[in-house]
């Protein structure tokens, strides 16, 4: 195999009490990339439509993961990579995440599978170090292995990947405005009260067993954060509305999504995510800010081939 067309998922990261360590992939809504291998050494970027970003492949968080990769292996060639963007960068649905995940999973292919899933997130992590300073495993891991993923210990990196309950449905609202996730991080907390804790690592292992058991009103109590939304949620107007209406609605729960501004809601069944996304869109009408919305199925297969 000498190219490779992928679909990359949107995913959602800390999915309210799981900051840095939870994440679920989405359906339907995710980015397109094509790699393809060359003689020549390297990793070039030849194209990128849907969004403005750099080419230069220490720039694009696809050419550092995939370099990354190939520092790791001894083929002597290259590769090129087209990234169609779906997803707009900085919208808190892992756009970084998309690319990296995407790039390192293709590349991974072109070279006959000589990389376990594990060992391909935590080369796309060096993507994610280069969009935020920090090289978070939340987006990645559930874009490569799909379902939901636990990040259980980052040294060493220990990922548990969780089957999504069948009725399970996203909805997220991204609003459009812009937060540098940088700033969002910035603005956090670095120490914790034991009592904020104690209510965190509850709600972490409810949530956990809820989608074991597919338990969805243990889901809905656990997606609680206690540490990281009173403080992010601030920068993102209109969110304690949208969080109220959606529960009204019938949402499980409401969050932030990554670093925001999207807020997502996960709910059991399609109809009440439907109604929930009215919920959200009545909001940001009445605000005046203009949005994109996404109703999905959480995406069991993470990354896949297109024809
Ligand atoms: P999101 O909040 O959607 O996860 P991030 O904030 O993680 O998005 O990443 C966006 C940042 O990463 C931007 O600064 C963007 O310029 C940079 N970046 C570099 N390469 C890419 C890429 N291929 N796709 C998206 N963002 C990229």
Known sequence: ????????????????????????????????????????????????????????????????????????????????????KKIKAGSGIGSSAASAAGAVWAVNRLLGIPFTTLELVAFAMEGERLASGVAHADNVAPALFGGFSLVRSYDPLDIVNISAPPALVATVIHPQIEIKTSDSRKILKTKISLEDGIKQWGNVGGLVAGLYTQ?????????????????????????????SKSLDAGALGCGISGSGPSIFGLSKGMDTAKAVAISMKEVYQKIGIPYDIHISKINSDGIKILN
């Not at 992928?6 to 397109?32: K, Y």
């Open 215 to 243: 338990d969805y009103g243990l889901i809905g109590r656990s997606l609680v954060d206690h540490i990281v939304e009173p403080i992010r949620s601030i920068l993102i107007p209109g969110f304690d509305e949208v969080k």
């Open 1 to 84: 195999m000498e190219e490779i067309r992928i679909f990359s998922p949107a995913t959602i990261a800390n999915i309210s009490c799981g900051f840095d360590v939870l994440g679920l992939a989405l359906d339907g809504v995710g980015d397109e990339m094509v790699v393809r291998k060359t003689s020549e050494p390297g990793v070039k970027i030849t194209k990128i439509t849907g969004q403005d970003l750099p080419t230069d492949a220490h720039l694009n968080v696809a050419g550092v993961a995939a370099m990354a990769l190939l520092q790791a292996h001894t083929y002597q060639g290259g590769f090129e990579m087209e990234i169609h």
